[in-house]
């Protein structure tokens, strides 16, 4: 005779539960996997971060053109014993930025602004290294999810064309009559760097949610606030590369006033260089007039895309673009402050380092934007 059941007995203790589906290979190793990765891209964004606000100094101290030659292996070791020092000195002294800004410089001066660009280099070095030992660990251990070796090798391969890049650059300053190196080739070299970083920070954000989070949110994707957001992304890259403009001439230093420009809102000299197009990038008045027009537009429309991320309905969201638009006004203040002090060392690092933050946060906003994070039953938005 059967055993008859409790009323409010459950079904399952009675029944074998059900085998249940095998995982996809990335839910199957979810610590292995995705976040040993993730820590080892954000090992990766640290040392990018550091990498431009070095390139930053090494700009601002004049010393990228103070190593001569490129030598992506043999350039590891720096110079060893006085002979080796003096022919590297004596390398510099043939070049136009010696001959008509440094002349007369001393052996230790040059040690100073050898030092600065070798530290730049040699960092490049440890980022690809870190990057090559990290990638070959994950790939010969089968650890790295589906789909996601081409994006991983997408790094690499921006991280060496961003080496070739950068010699590129710097070949520019050795030709006959440069002391610096050519504005246009500056904003390429940072404007790369941004773009790793960005693809590192969004890698970082998709491999810190299991790939069943990311297909679920997916479906709550605030599609207006997304497009709204990457316009906002894609505008302040632009606004980078203006900045680099700027910098790569030292315009910055040439207009000190606000929010006039020698006391006129159009400054007169805006286009006196001919061929025209030329004064978009070697003229200090139409470089700075536009990074500073473009500045404003950007801030005005920072506030148009937050006024839009302040009605989501998911709290995560509406946070992260609070912090966008508290960081686009602090940059603008900060903008302001450089140009009124004639754009030192100090303040124009400060003003770098902060379009790096400002640039992760509109990449975080976009992210949560495109896979919400939903709020608990009491309302608590998860952290992204």
Same mark, same amino acid.
């Given at each position: 005779?059967?055993?008859?059941?409790?009323?409010?007995?459950?079904?399952?203790?009675?029944?074998?539960?059900?085998?249940?589906?095998?995982?996809?290979?990335?839910?199957?190793?979810?610590?292995?996997?995705?976040?040993?990765?993730?820590?080892?891209?954000?090992?990766?964004?640290?040392?990018?971060?550091?990498?431009?606000?070095?390139?930053?100094?090494?700009?601002?101290?004049?010393?990228?053109?103070?190593?001569?030659?490129?030598?992506?292996?043999?350039?590891?070791?720096?110079?060893?014993?006085?002979?080796?020092?003096?022919?590297?000195?004596?390398?510099?002294?043939?070049?136009?930025?010696?001959?008509?800004?440094?002349?007369?410089?001393?052996?230790?001066?040059?040690?100073?602004?050898?030092?600065?660009?070798?530290?730049?280099?040699?960092?490049?070095?440890?980022?690809?290294?870190?990057?090559?030992?990290?990638?070959?660990?994950?790939?010969?251990?089968?650890?790295?999810?589906?789909?996601?070796?081409?994006?991983?090798?997408?790094?690499?391969?921006?991280?060496?064309?961003?080496?070739?890049?950068?010699?590129?650059?710097?070949?520019?300053?050795?030709?006959?009559?440069?002391?610096?190196?050519? #504005?246009?080739?500056? *904003? /390429?070299?940072?404007?790369?760097?941004? %773009?790793? !970083?960005?693809? =590192? $920070?969004?890698?970082?954000?998709?491999?810190?949610?299991?790939?069943?989070?990311?297909?679920?949110?997916?479906?709550?994707?605030?599609?207006?606030?997304?497009?709204?957001?990457?316009?906002?992304?894609?505008?302040?890259?632009?606004?980078?590369?203006?900045?680099?403009?700027?910098?790569?001439?030292?315009?910055?230093?040439?207009?000190?006033?606000?929010?006039?420009?020698?006391?006129?809102?159009?400054?007169?000299?805006?286009?006196?260089?001919?061929?025209?197009?030329?004064?978009?990038?070697?003229?200090?008045?139409?470089?700075?007039?536009?990074?500073?027009?473009?500045?404003?537009?950007?801030?005005?429309?920072?506030?148009?895309?937050?006024?839009?991320?302040?009605? #989501?309905?998911?709290? *995560? /969201?509406?946070?992260?673009?609070?912090? %966008?638009? !508290?960081?686009? =006004? $602090?940059?603008?203040?900060?903008?302001?402050?450089?140009?009124?002090?004639?754009?030192?060392?100090?303040?124009?690092?400060?003003?770098?380092?902060?379009?790096?933050?400002?640039?992760?946060?509109?990449?975080?906003?976009?992210?949560?934007?495109?896979?919400?994070?939903?709020?608990?039953?009491?309302?608590?938005?998860?952290?992204?």
């Amino acid at each position: 005779m059967a055993k008859k059941r409790a009323i409010f007995e459950e079904v399952s203790e009675t029944k074998s539960a059900k085998p249940q589906p095998a995982t996809g290979g990335i839910d199957r190793h979810p610590k292995g996997a995705r976040g040993a990765i993730r820590l080892w891209l954000l090992s990766l964004f640290a040392l990018v971060c550091v990498m431009i606000v070095v390139g930053g100094m090494t700009r601002l101290t004049d010393s990228g053109l103070s190593i001569t030659e490129w030598r992506p292996v043999t350039g590891a070791i720096p110079p060893t014993s006085e002979a080796m020092w003096l022919e590297e000195f004596e390398k510099y002294r043939q070049i136009d930025q010696y001959q008509i800004i440094n002349r007369g410089m001393s052996l230790e001066e040059f040690k100073v602004i050898y030092w600065w660009e070798w530290g730049h280099r040699q960092l490049g070095r440890v980022i690809g290294l870190v990057w090559g030992v990290g990638f070959l660990f994950f790939w010969l251990t089968k650890r790295i999810p589906t789909g996601w070796t081409p994006r991983l090798l997408g790094l690499g391969a921006l991280g060496g064309l961003q080496g070739a890049i950068g010699w590129w650059m710097v070949a520019s300053g050795l030709t006959e009559g440069m002391t610096a190196v050519a #504005s246009y080739r500056l *904003a /390429t070299h940072l404007g790369l760097a941004f %773009v790793i !970083l960005g693809l =590192i $920070a969004w890698y970082s954000f998709l491999l810190n949610r299991p790939e069943s989070d990311l297909i679920a949110a997916r479906r709550a994707r605030e599609g207006k606030l997304f497009s709204m957001s990457t316009g906002l992304m894609h505008f302040a890259f632009l606004q980078i590369l203006l900045g680099a403009l700027v910098a790569g001439i030292d315009a910055g230093r040439g207009y000190t006033d606000w929010p006039l420009m020698h006391g006129v809102f159009i400054p007169p000299e805006l286009f006196a260089m001919q061929p025209v197009w030329v004064n978009f990038f070697e003229n200090p008045a139409t470089t700075q007039f536009i990074h500073r027009k473009a500045g404003y537009l950007l801030a005005i429309f920072a506030i148009i895309v937050w006024l839009r991320g302040r009605r #989501s309905s998911h709290s *995560a /969201t509406r946070t992260a673009f609070h912090a %966008v638009l !508290l960081a686009m =006004i $602090a940059q603008v203040v900060l903008g302001i402050v450089t140009v009124l002090h004639a754009a030192p060392w100090q303040l124009g690092i400060a003003h770098q380092a902060m379009a790096v933050l400002l640039w992760v946060l509109i990449i975080r906003a976009r992210h949560l934007a495109q896979y919400p994070r939903f709020d608990s039953l009491r309302g608590q938005g998860a952290r992204a």
